[in-house]
Nanobody, 118 residues
Framework: QVQLLESGPGLVKPSQTLSLTCTVSGGSITSSDYAWSWIRQPPGKGLDWMGVIYNDGSTYYSPSLKSRTSISRDTSKNQFSLQLNSVTPEDTAVYYC??????????WGQGTQVTVSS
């Protein structure tokens, strides 16, 4: 059973970079057909898909966040990471990492609260 765990700062100042890491256990991030994503949920709003990194290391981002978002991976640690630049209070959300096949995410982390505030 694949398990995911998000880690990173819970508080980020405006204009700074938000950095989160997702540690995957019970499966490899290089597994065929699997894709790994970051998804967030702002307070009182629905889920907001941010981007994906595929098993071959290629990435695809939400058009609305593409200019500020980067997803990378460390295969030696079985981790993938999110960087979101130039954050504003509107980036305050619970951030989730998730994994799945063909856009069906069957493995989720517990989520981590990130607040953007000075």
């Amino acid at each position: 059973q694949v398990q995911l765990l998000e880690s990173g700062p819970g508080l980020v100042k405006p204009s700074q970079t938000l950095s989160l890491t997702c540690t995957v256990s019970g499966g490899s991030i290089t597994s065929s057909d699997y894709a790994w994503s970051w998804i967030r949920q702002p307070p009182g709003k629905g889920l907001d898909w941010m981007g994906v990194i595929y098993n071959d290391g290629s990435t695809y981002y939400s058009p609305s966040l593409k200019s500020r978002t980067s997803i990378s991976r460390d295969t030696s640690k079985n981790q993938f990471s999110l960087q979101l630049n130039s954050v504003t209070p509107e980036d305050t959300a619970v951030y989730y990492c998730a994994g799945g096949v063909n856009w069906v995410y069957d493995s989720w982390g517990q989520g981590t609260q990130v607040t953007v505030s000075s």
